[in-house]
C-alpha cells in the first residue's frame, strides 16, 4: 500500500465518523412544545364592537350582550372552561357582572367555539361601556390555569333614561277664584315638566290678565311649563298675541304647536283652535315631527277633546290628527275645554274601543268653575265633575302611570298604568 493510498483511507475514515455522529442528531422540523408546560388558552371575542340591545320581555334596565367566543390551546394541554363573568363599566360610573357557569372542552393545540348571552342591567344613559371577559379554566389534571381577561367595546342600543314627570291640567286661572291658588299649591310640590291644556286665563287672554292673574298662581312655575292654546286663549281680539307675548318662545309664537321630549317619552304640544285636518299646515307638521322622532312612546296634548261627557261635548277639530297619532303608536292624549275629570279607555277616532287606540284624558279641572255631565259617552271609564286637581304622568321607558290628584281637603282620586307599544312599520 503506498503512503498515498494510505492517507485517502485515514481520510476517509475521519469523514465516516463525522457523518455518523450527524446522524444521531434530531432531524429539522416543527418545534413540538415541551410535554410538561401548561396548557395556555388564547380568548377572542366577536363582534366589534359587541352591541347590547333590550328585550321588550325583560326589565327596563336589563340588557342582553351577545358575543361570539373563540378559545385557542397553545401549549399542547387539553384544558376545560369552567365559568366566564362578564362586566360592563360606563363612563358614568355604573358598572354591571354577570357570571355564568360553563362546560367547555378545549382540545391540545385546538379550538373551542361558544356563544355568550349576558344579561346586564344598564345603570344610565351612556350609549357606549366597555365589556371584560374573566376566564376560570382548568387542565386535564383538574389544576386551575391562569387565562388572559379580554376586552372589548360595546355599543347600547337605546340606553334607558330616567321617568320623568309630566303634571298639569287645563281651565285655571280666574282672577280672585280660589281654586288656581290650591291648584298651584299641588304643582309647589309635584316635581317634573309642567303642561297646560289650553284656556290658561279668563275670560280672556290679554297683556293684563296673564300676569295678573296666570302669573301668581301657575305662573311661578313658568320656568318648566310647555303651554297650549284654548279658546278663551285664542278666540277674543289680540288674545293670541298677548298669549304669545307672555309665554315666550316655548309657545311657538304665531303657531302655538310644537313637540318636545320628557324622558323616554315624545309630547307633542298642538293648537285646536287652528286647522288641523289632512292637508293643514299643522297637520303635515305634525307628520314630519312623527317620522322624526326617535322614540316610540308618545303623548299628546291640545284644548278640545275629542270625546267628552261634559256640556262642550265631542269636538272633531282633531279627529285626522288622532288617526295620524294612533298610525304612528301614540299612547295617550290629554284635553282640557270641558270643565271636568273624565278617562277614556284606548279608542279609534271613531270612538271604536280598540286595544290599538289611544286613551284619553279630559282635565279641565285647574281651577275655573267646574261643569254639569250632559251625556254620558262610550268608552268613559271615570268621570268627576267635583273635584280639582292636577293629572301626574309618570313617564317610564315603555309604560307609564298616571295620578289625578285633587286639591287640599278634596278626595276624589283615579290612578293606573299602561304599556308604551312597540313603534310600527313606517
Avoid at 393545540?109 to 356563544?115: E, K, N, R, T, V
Avoid at 320628557?262 to 314630519?288: C, D, F, P, V
Avoid at 290599538?356 to 261643569?371: H, I, W
Avoid at 280639582?388 to 295620578?403: A, N
Wanted: proline share 7%.
Amino acid at each position: 500500500m503506498t503512503s498515498t493510498t494510505a492517507g485517502r483511507l485515514l481520510l476517509l475514515g475521519a469523514l465516516s465518523g463525522v457523518f455518523a455522529s450527524c446522524d444521531k442528531s434530531t432531524p429539522a422540523g416543527p418545534t413540538s412544545p415541551p410535554t410538561n408546560a401548561p396548557a395556555n388558552i388564547v380568548v377572542t371575542a366577536a363582534p366589534a364592537p359587541l352591541v347590547a340591545a333590550h328585550a321588550p320581555a325583560d326589565a327596563e334596565t336589563k340588557y342582553r350582550v351577545p358575543a361570539n367566543l373563540t378559545f385557542q390551546e397553545t401549549a399542547g394541554q387539553a384544558a376545560r372552561i369552567t365559568k366566564l363573568t362578564v362586566t360592563v363599566a360606563a363612563s358614568s360610573g355604573w358598572s354591571s357582572s354577570a357570571p355564568q357557569t360553563v362546560d367547555i372542552s378545549v382540545p391540545a393545540m385546538g379550538s373551542s367555539a361558544y356563544s355568550l348571552s349576558s344579561v346586564i342591567d344598564v345603570g344610565g344613559p351612556d350609549a357606549t361601556a366597555t365589556w371584560k371577559l374573566d376566564v376560570t379554566a382548568a387542565d386535564a389534571s383538574g389544576a386551575p390555569l391562569s387565562v388572559r381577561s379580554i376586552q372589548s367595546d360595546v355599543r347600547i342600543v337605546d340606553p334607558p333614561v330616567p321617568d320623568a314627570v309630566l303634571v298639569g291640567a287645563g281651565d285655571m286661572a280666574g282672577c280672585g277664584m280660589q281654586a288656581p291658588i290650591e291648584t298651584a299649591k299641588l304643582l309647589d310640590r309635584i316635581p317634573g315638566m309642567v303642561f297646560t291644556a289650553g284656556d290658561n286665563v279668563y275670560p280672556a287672554g290679554s297683556t293684563t290678565i296673564y300676569p295678573e292673574c296666570y302669573g301668581p298662581t301657575w305662573g311661578r312655575h313658568m320656568w318648566r311649563t310647555h303651554p297650549i292654546p284654548g279658546n278663551h286663549d285664542w278666540d277674543s281680539s289680540g288674545a293670541a298675541a298677548a298669549y304669545f307675548a307672555y309665554f315666550g318662545s316655548v309657545s311657538a309664537p304665531g303657531l302655538g304647536y310644537y313637540s318636545y321630549n320628557a324622558g323616554a317619552w315624545h309630547i307633542l304640544a298642538l293648537n285646536s283652535n287652528i286647522a288641523a285636518h289632512a292637508g293643514s299646515a299643522q297637520y303635515e307638521w305634525l307628520k314630519a315631527d312623527l317620522a322624526a322622532a326617535a322614540t316610540s312612546c308618545m303623548l299628546a296634548v291640545w284644548h278640545h277633546p275629542l270625546f267628552s261627557s261634559s256640556i262642550n261635548g265631542n269636538s272633531s277639530r282633531m279627529r285626522d290628527a288622532w288617526r295620524l297619532l294612533q298610525q304612528w303608536g301614540a299612547e295617550v292624549v290629554v284635553s282640557g275645554h270641558d270643565h271636568a275629570y273624565e278617562r277614556y279607555a284606548p279608542q279609534d277616532a271613531d270612538g271604536r274601543a280598540s286595544a290599538a287606540g289611544m286613551r284619553e284624558f279630559v282635565v279641565g279641572t285647574g281651577g275655573y268653575s267646574l261643569y254639569d255631565v250632559a251625556h254620558r259617552q262610550p268608552n268613559s271609564e271615570v268621570l268627576d265633575n267635583r273635584t280639582w286637581g292636577v293629572i301626574k304622568f309618570t313617564l317610564k321607558r315603555s309604560s307609564y302611570e298616571w295620578e289625578f290628584v285633587p286639591i287640599d281637603g278634596q278626595t276624589f282620586r283615579d290612578y293606573g298604568s299602561g304599556t308604551c307599544s312597540v313603534l310600527p312599520a313606517r
